[in-house]
Structure formats: C-alpha cells, structure tokens
C-alpha cells in the first residue's frame, strides 16, 4: 500500500520569501505524484505531476517539484510567495493498477504575510 | 467547459436519515471517484466507477455507504442511517480514461453536516 507524509500542518511565510512544501511517499512500486492545491470552499485542483521523464516538474502558477526516489520525496517549491498563494496543499500518490486511486497526505496550510 | 458539478452545495441532517449525494463529471470522462475529507482522517478515497466494469468500493466504511452511477454519467453517493461521524466534505472526481497517470478533476464538495 502506498502512503504520503506531509509534516507539519501549516507553514506561513512573507511575502516573496521561497515557499517549501515537504512530501515524502512510500510505495513498493514506481509511484506517480500529485500535488493539489484547494483555496477556500473549493474544489481541488492540479498544480503539478510526476509519472514518468524529467524529475523536476513545472506546474501552474510558479511552482515545481523535484521527484528524488534516492529519498523518496517530492517537496512543492515557489520562489517568491504571492498573497494569492495562500490556500492548503495536498501531495498525493497513486500507482499503477486496476485502481488508480489518489492517496492523500494530511495537507499543509500555507500562509502568506504581507 | 463545464467542471465537476456536484449537488447540494451543503447538507444537514439528523442523525439516522439518509442522504443522497450528487455528482455530475466531465462530459466525455469514462472515469469517476469519490473521497470523503473530514478534520480526523483527511481525504480518503470511497469508491471508483471505470466505465461500465464493477466499481472499486474498496475505500467504503461500512455497509450504510453505496453509490451508483447511472448511464455512465451522474453518480450517487447514499448514505443510509447517518451517524455523526459521517459529518465530512465528500468530494467528487472525474478523468479521461481512469488510468493511474491522469489528472483527476475535482467538484466543490457536498459539506454533510449531521446533528
């Protein structure tokens, strides 16, 4: 079974400052990772992904992520934080198979200081 | 184009109703789940419909849950005899084709509340 650590449940950081998400994983097999972002009473939406290539990712709105299997872990990085950016991000794992779940971290609330 | 649509907005009920939840995916997606986000557990997964095989139901936590999904396209999620710690966000999901690498789109929940 597979499994996502996300320590911590919020970070907050000026704005500007580089914003760090950690997300490590667990999985007996090559996984695929997510990261969502959901705002205020809202659905959850896709920033970026892993499955297959490169290992850094680009996703929307400034961010990326590293996939480094060596340490099983893909942290969320932006380098200049936005007020806009505040919301709670979710990483997610899933694996190939008949069910192509998402298994979810706890989330970590990030807050933005003007 | 039109998103996940998912009816009502916001759900309160007593303790040992049912309830019915709606979710209309992506015109043109085979794929659709459904997860459950509450303070104690976070987000779960609950059940999976890909096209017209069995549904996964793997993720259900007991036998009041059931969903179905009708005509490949809308989907129910019923509760029967709710408790108090089914109060939670149930999120719904579609995608393309149900495979592990593609993006699930996700509704804005139905927020149950049960009194």
């Known amino acids: 079974a597979q499994s996502v650590t996300q320590l911590g449940s919020h970070v907050s950081v000026s704005e500007g400052a580089l914003v760090l998400l950690r997300c490590n994983y667990s999985s007996s097999v090559p996984p695929y990772l997510f990261w969502y972002v959901q705002y205020p009473n809202q659905g959850l939406q896709l920033l970026l992904k892993?499955?297959?290539?490169?290992?850094l990712v680009k996703g929307i709105n400034g961010f990326e992520a590293e996939f480094k299997k060596s340490e099983t872990s893909f942290h969320l990085t932006k380098p200049s934080a936005h007020m806009s950016d505040a919301a709670e991000y979710f990483c997610?794992?899933?694996?190939?198979?008949?069910?192509?779940?998402?298994?979810f971290g706890k989330g970590i609330t990030l807050s933005v200081r003007p | 184009g039109a998103g996940v649509s998912q009816s009502p907005s916001n759900k309160v009920t007593e303790k040992g109703k049912d309830v019915e939840l709606r979710c209309d995916p992506i015109?043109?997606?085979?794929?659709l789940y459904w997860y459950r986000q509450s303070l104690g557990q976070g987000l779960e997964f609950l059940i999976y419909f890909q096209g017209n095989s069995a549904p996964d139901k793997s993720g259900l936590p007991s036998d009041r849950f059931s969903a179905e999904r009708t005509g490949g396209s809308v989907s129910t999620l019923t509760i029967q005899r709710t408790q108090q710690e089914d109060s939670a966000v149930y999120l719904c999901a579609s995608s393309f084709a149900g495979t592990s690498v593609e993006t699930q789109y996700f509704g804005p929940g139905t927020r149950l509340l049960v009194l």
């Open positions: 892993y499955t297959t290539g490169a290992t």
């Open positions: 997610a794992v899933s694996v190939l198979g008949a069910n192509s779940k998402l298994t």
């Open positions: 015109s043109g997606h085979t794929a």
